[in-house]
C-alpha cells in the first residue's frame, strides 16, 4: 500500500469518526435541554447518557493511544465515560438478564441484598445499581487509587455514601466479610491471570445459590469489529477469551446453570452466567 492509498483509508475512516463526534454533540445538547433532537426526542436522559458514553470511550480510545501516558486529567474523562456506558446495564439487567437467573430478581428485591463490583471503576454501575434496586448495599473493589478516588466522589454526588463501601486493591486479593447475591467481574478491563484468580474468589464471596455474571467481549462475525475489540481490550489490558474458554473457567470453578447471555443491541459485549450451588 502507498502513501496515498494509506490517506484514503484514513479518510474514509476520519468520516466516521466525525459522524460519531457530530452524534455525541447532538446527544449532548439532548441531555441538556430536552427536546432538542426528533431522532430521540423520545428517550430520557438517563436512556441517552450510556449511548452519548459510548461516543466518547470511542473518541477518547483514540486519544489515549496518542498522549502521553501521565496525560491523567485525559485518563479521568475516559475512566468517567467508560463508567457511564456501563451506568446503562442495570437497566438491561432488570429487563431481561436477571429473569433468566433462579431467584436473582427477588433477591435483589430483598432487604439485605448485596451487589459486589470487582474492577469497579468511577463507580457509576454500581450507583445505578442501587437506583435501580433500593434495598441494595454494593461494594466496589478497584486497583486504581484514581479511579477509586473518582468514584468516592460520584457516590457522594449521587447521595449513597451509606450504601456503598469502596475498596483500593486486586479483586482476588481484598478480604471482604459478608458475602453477596451477585458478583459482577468486567473482564475486558482485568488481565486475564487476575480474571482467573478472581472468578474462584467470587464463589466463595456469594451466598448460596448467588450468581456471577462475568461481562466479556463478543464482537460478533465482523472482521474489522473483532480486530477493533481485540485492539482496545488489548489498551486497556483485559482479556479476550476464545470461544468456550469463559465457560469452562466457569464451571471448573465449581459453577453450575452456566450461560451465555447476549449484551446490549449492537455492543460488542456478553455475560457468562454462573450460579454458586446451594
Excluded at 158 to 185: K, M, N, P, S, W
Excluded at 225 to 232: I, K, T, V, W
Aim: hydrophobic share 50%; net charge negative.
Amino acid at each position: 500500500m502507498d502513501v496515498e492509498s494509506l490517506r484514503r483509508v484514513v479518510a474514509r475512516h476520519a468520516a466516521s469518526v466525525n459522524v460519531l463526534a457530530a452524534l455525541g454533540l447532538a446527544l449532548d445538547s439532548r441531555l441538556g435541554s430536552l427536546g432538542v433532537s426528533d431522532m430521540v426526542a423520545d428517550a430520557g436522559a438517563a436512556e441517552l447518557l450510556p449511548v452519548l458514553a459510548s461516543i466518547k470511550v470511542d473518541l477518547l480510545s483514540g486519544s489515549k493511544v496518542l498522549s502521553a501516558p501521565s496525560a491523567e486529567p485525559m485518563a479521568a474523562i475516559l475512566r468517567q465515560a467508560l463508567g457511564d456506558v456501563s451506568a446503562g446495564f442495570p437497566a438491561l439487567l432488570k429487563r431481561s438478564i436477571a429473569p433468566q437467573l433462579a431467584g436473582l430478581p427477588e433477591r435483589l428485591e430483598a432487604p439485605g441484598a448485596a451487589f459486589l463490583d470487582i474492577g469497579v471503576g468511577v463507580c457509576a454501575l454500581s450507583v445505578s445499581m442501587l437506583r435501580e434496586w433500593p434495598e441494595l448495599r454494593a461494594v466496589g473493589i478497584d486497583p486504581s487509587a484514581d479511579a477509586i478516588a473518582q468514584a468516592h466522589s460520584n457516590v457522594r454526588a449521587a447521595g449513597l455514601a451509606h450504601r456503598i463501601a469502596l475498596y483500593t486493591g486486586l479483586g482476588q486479593e481484598v478480604a471482604i466479610e459478608e458475602t453477596f447475591d451477585l458478583a459482577f467481574v468486567p473482564s475486558a478491563f482485568i488481565p486475564e491471570a487476575h480474571v482467573r484468580a478472581i472468578v474462584p474468589r467470587c464463589r466463595e464471596a456469594l451466598k448460596a445459590d448467588g450468581w456471577l455474571l462475568l461481562a466479556m467481549v463478543n464482537p460478533g462475525p465482523d472482521a474489522l469489529g473483532e480486530a477493533l475489540a481485540g485492539f482496545r481490550t488489548t489498551m486497556w489490558g483485559g482479556t479476550v477469551f476464545e470461544k468456550g474458554a469463559a465457560q469452562a473457567l466457569v464451571e471448573e470453578c465449581g459453577y453450575v446453570d452456566t450461560r451465555l447471555l447476549p449484551g446490549p443491541a449492537g455492543a460488542p459485549v456478553a455475560f457468562l452466567a454462573g450460579r454458586r450451588p446451594g
